[in-house]
């Protein structure tokens, strides 16, 4: 049975961590089931917004499960465990839709990761967030040294990864990593959802690719979508297929 669900209210999709008794820790079947969804949604226009949340109220996701990754030998950990969560977190924050992440309760560990791929983040009063992976032995796999680093003043990161101290919601919020604070930060969250499902979804498609073209989220692949994008709308472009098919040469305008 799914443990993520993928939920739809109008314009508003959300993708719910479903695994409370282990607080939504993450196995590999989840980490695929995150992965669908993200690809299924990629290609629906009726949807404007994606949240991620996950049930209860304990936890956001307490990250890895660690039965999942602890037998894996080595070489497979590297591959597939850290390449594949990656990969999956990749797409979710490559997404072309605005994204909330509805931190529901604690935040650790890869759940902390699981949230920076997204665009921002609504937490609930009492929840904390927290990098632990060194009490077990590992290192953050899923962009915890990296992409939180872009989010994350340098002193807070090595305070969670080499402290292993656990950060309060409203010191979080303090650095603009959390947008809002709030006792039900889902009832936020859906506000925020529906204001953004109001503007234009091509302007806030193309606006987030200039956004991570600035902070080098896939730079090299956005740069080269923003410019086909444009020659895509261009007469030159029809004129280029149309010429192709007629087995004709081209007669382009620059328009």
Sequence with gaps: MSAVHLEIQGAVATIRLDNPAKLNALDVPMLQQIDQHC????????IRVV???????????????????????????????????????DRLARLSKPTIAVLNGHTFGGGLELAAACDIRVMRTKARIALPEAGVGIVPGWSGTQRLARLLPEPLLKEMALFGRQIEAGRIQSLGFVAEVADEPM?????????????????TEITKNMIHVGVGEDRPALIEALGS??????????????????KRTPDFSGR
């Design 39 to 46: 690809q299924a949604l990629e290609l629906r226009d009726d």
């Design 187 to 203: 009832d936020v969250a859906l506000e925020i959802a529906a204001r953004a499902a109001e503007l234009s979804p091509r302007a």
């Design 51 to 89: 949240l991620v949340t996950g049930t209860g109220t304990k936890a956001f996701c307490t990250g890895a499960d660690i039965k999942a990754w602890a037998s894996l030998p080595p070489a497979q950990f590297a591959r597939s465990w850290v390449r594949d969560g990656h990969r999956i977190f």
């Design 229 to 246: 994008a444009a020659m895509g709308a261009s007469d030159d472009r029809t004129e280029g297929v149309s010429a192709f098919s007629e």
